[in-house]
């Protein structure tokens, strides 16, 4: 048994909670991940995973395994990058997540960290607050681009370094467009703004939770128009169709050279939300992670973002 293979099944399986979608990330068929995971368990005497006419979880012996597991993985990454790497040319993959609104920011992030060190090979992903966490606990993400005003409820097992807050805006075709792609108009309270027919994120996306919470504040009720789980989406509502929709500045920036679109600063009240990189207190950083947070705690790198775009306040 190649215990090493073995183990990257077992945690495979805990990332995507299913035998066939586990078996596809490992590149593997699906007999040959149960298989595997068969002898993991035969080698240790336990049994590990729940089996029923799908995957129904882990024993507590398999819970035990699991952590082991994601330890073991993880220490084995960070010797591989300790012996392929040079002091200054940091060399591995870097797994990056990012809450969908923060995307643009990280895809920047994730561009001059791999123009820095050639060597490194990021891996972004948009994922939601719940799996930014997860993913951090498990150790199966490295750094992750998020709201870090979440923490306190995670208990101290996160370190954060603040980047950025984010500003509200309300997207809209304009009345009457003038010049080439975006316009930033007079600011509109939510109230105003809740009058508008809006295409927002669904009801479980925290992004949409700081939303709702904005219009009550207001005194406002919103019924959307249209509702999605992706920011493109929430973009292309408002350039393809008679939909506006509410954005933070890093989106609306993202839209930037589309035609007769305009942003109207949120007001009464202003919503700011911090955003920060954030990563496991207690696991040792790959190289890759080491050259990571030293631009992460480089100011310049948000400067240029936030000179870019116009709409990011540092």
Known sequence: MNLLASLRYLVALHEHRHFGRAAQACHITQPALSNALRALEKEFGVVVVRRGRSFEGFTPEGERVLASAQRMLHEHT???????????????????????????????????????????????????????????????????????ERMPALGGALRSWP????????????????GRGLQIGPPISWLDAARSPLCLLTPAMHNRSLVDAAFRSAGASVQPAMETDSV??????????????????????????????EALPLTGPVLTTPIGFMSHRQVQPTRALDAALALALDAGWLRHAAQHSGLLVP
Not at 163 to 178: D, I, K, M, S, T
Not at 237 to 244: D, F, R, T
Not at 247 to 256: I, K
């Open 78 to 148: 960070v010797l591989q990058q300790e012996l392929s790497s040079e002091a200054a040319h940091p060399r591995g993959t870097l797994r990056l997540g990012a809450v969908p609104t923060a995307m643009p920011i990280l895809a920047r992030f994730a561009a001059l960290l791999q123009a820095r060190h050639p060597g490194i090979v990021p891996v972004a992903l948009s994922m939601s607050s719940q799996a930014l966490e997860a993913g951090l606990e498990s150790i199966s993400l490295d750094l992750a681009l998020g709201y870090t």
């Open 163 to 178: 980047q950025y807050v984010e500003h509200y805006f309300l997207l809209r075709r304009a009345g009457q467009a003038q």
């Open 232 to 261: 493109l989406t929430l973009a292309l509502s408002v350039v393809a169709g008679e939909l506006c929709s509410v954005l933070p500045g890093a989106l609306v920036d993202a839209v930037r050279g589309h035609e007769g679109l």
